[in-house]
């Protein structure tokens, strides 16, 4: 007698069956890590936009220059000038000589923070760049409307609120604290500048919006004329 090997349908069925579930359990392990990393990614990318936001934030208003504007009330009055950095509770129109297109190098800009509705929920902070080329540039900002044209970049979404107050200078001679105020339309810069910014659904997983105090060491009076007799 003649023995023969081989298998049996029985075995190869429960072959094809471990193969089959091998198989599944690789893919479902690969499609995991896919989801994983992407997930990651997508909170890596939300905090680089986020510590990009308070980077430019902070070096864009440290960076204001103390000039004035040009303003016509009306064709029949004369050009009056107004201190240019004004600001409220919900905008703030400076000129700063940092871009955030160009950076600490590029020309200077005028730029208008607003907080607008978002398209989605709460508001959102967007920032207008224009650049400044002297005092006549600064006339269309006059009416305090948004002016038309410039550069506009999204700084943060999604907020449920966003509100902008002004320290006060300090007083070199009393050495007192100074408050904060909601509102600024003096002539001279502001001590600092504090957006507070809370978000409308709190991140899991990833940074939250905080808020951003940033000071100006600029306390040069814009009214004064400073001329070099030497």
């Known amino acids: 007698m003649r023995s023969e090997r ?86 703030l129109r400076l000129i700063s000589s940092y871009s955030i297109a160009e950076g600490a190098r590029g020309y200077p800009q005028i730029v208008e923070y607003r907080v607008f509705p978002s398209e989605r929920v709460g ?14 540039s600064t006339t269309p900002f006059c009416s305090g409307a948004p002016a038309p044209g410039g550069t506009v970049y999204v700084l943060a979404e999604n907020l449920a609120y966003c509100r902008f107050s002004y320290h006060e200078p300090y007083n070199q001679s009393t050495f007192l604290e100074t408050p904060w105020l909601p509102l600024w339309d003096r002539p001279a810069l502001p001590a600092g500048v504090h957006i507070e910014m809370r978000p409308a659904v709190p991140a899991s997983g990833g940074l939250s919006v905080l808020n951003v105090t940033v000071p100006i060491m600029v306390d040069r009076d814009p009214r004064l004329v400073y001329d070099d007799r030497s």
């Open 123 to 136: 508001v959102r902070l967007v920032a207008t760049e224009h650049a400044y080329t002297g005092p006549q």
């Open 6 to 91: 081989g298998v049996t349908l029985l075995e190869l069925m429960i072959a094809v069956t471990l193969v089959a579930g091998l198989s599944t359990g690789m893919l479902m392990a690969m499609r995991t890590s896919l989801l994983t990393y992407e997930k990651t990614a997508s909170k890596l990318e939300s905090n680089r936009r986020f510590v990009k936001a308070q980077q430019i934030l902070s070096n864009q208003i440290a960076a204001a220059i103390p000039a004035q504007g040009l303003c016509r009330p009306s064709e029949s009055q004369p050009v009056a000038v107004v201190p240019f950095l004004s600001g409220s509770g919900d905008a």
